[in-house]
């Protein structure tokens, strides 16, 4: 529906204008009960209750009335006939996931006093950091085959598919819950890693969570702090 606002103009460039009537929201009464439709999960819920897709098992949130959904992605099982790729497709090895012997698949992440590059504080509530920001969260296996202590300094060098490599010295390691084989440390410290070359020629995103690194311990022999 729309409603005339002014036909009334004072010059030869002035145009008729109109607006177009907001459609009234459905209210949330009407559509939660449709929501288990699309969200499994959610039919065990009442209306009341605080809703989290809990897509990685990080953070425990202590809610009394809290509801797990389950993560298709997350167990790798897609159903309906639109499925694109299929539960084969999802568990195909791709030949440049699995890293070469020695070498690290690292992620870059944010923490959680951070928004995109702002940085609000050195900590990261997230994963119980204090006042530190250039670490690398590492396998605790991967640190005793490497000789990493906890919190020991390292040099973490990036190798790219054109076969060039980018490095950041004096990093401290420090173990975390993450598969072995695997790293993570923070953008936008890690960024000098990545290559301007290596991008997604889907989406046109430079590969920051899939960085070919080796970590080896620092001949830097500052004391922890």
């Keep these: 529906m729309r409603l005339p606002v002014s036909d009334r103009s004072t010059d030869a460039a002035a145009r008729p204008r109109t607006v177009v009537a907001a459609r009234p929201r459905p209210a949330y009464v009407d559509v939660r009960p449709r929501l288990p439709q699309a969200v499994p999960g959610l039919g065990r819920a009442s209306a ?8 990685l098992d990080l ?6 009335r809290l509801v797990h959904c389950e993560c298709p992605i997350k167990i790798q099982k897609m159903a309906g006939s639109e499925n694109r790729c299929g539960e084969a497709g999802l568990s195909a090895r791709l ?7 020695g070498a690290l698949m690292l992620a870059t992440v944010r923490s959680h006093d951070q928004w995109n590059t702002t940085i609000y504080s050195s900590d990261d509530r997230y994963r119980g950091v204090k006042n530190l920001r250039t670490l690398v969260f590492m396998n605790i296996a991967d640190m005793r085959a490497r000789g990493i202590k906890e919190l020991g300094l390292v040099d973490i060098t990036s190798t790219a598919k054109d076969g060039s490599r980018r490095s950041v010295r004096g990093y401290r390691a420090i173990a975390y819950d993450i598969p072995p084989g695997c790293a993570a440390g923070y953008m936008p410290e890690m960024n000098v890693l990545c290559a301007a070359s290596d991008y997604s020629p889907q989406s046109g ?6 960085l070919n690194v080796e970590v080896v311990p620092s001949p830097r022999t500052d004391e922890v702090r």
């Design 59 to 64: 953070i425990d949130i202590k809610c009394p």
């Design 95 to 101: 030949s440049d996931v699995v890293p070469a012997h």
């Design 205 to 210: 995103q430079p590969l920051m969570k899939h």
């Design 48 to 55: 009341q209750d605080r809703i989290y897709m809990v897509s």
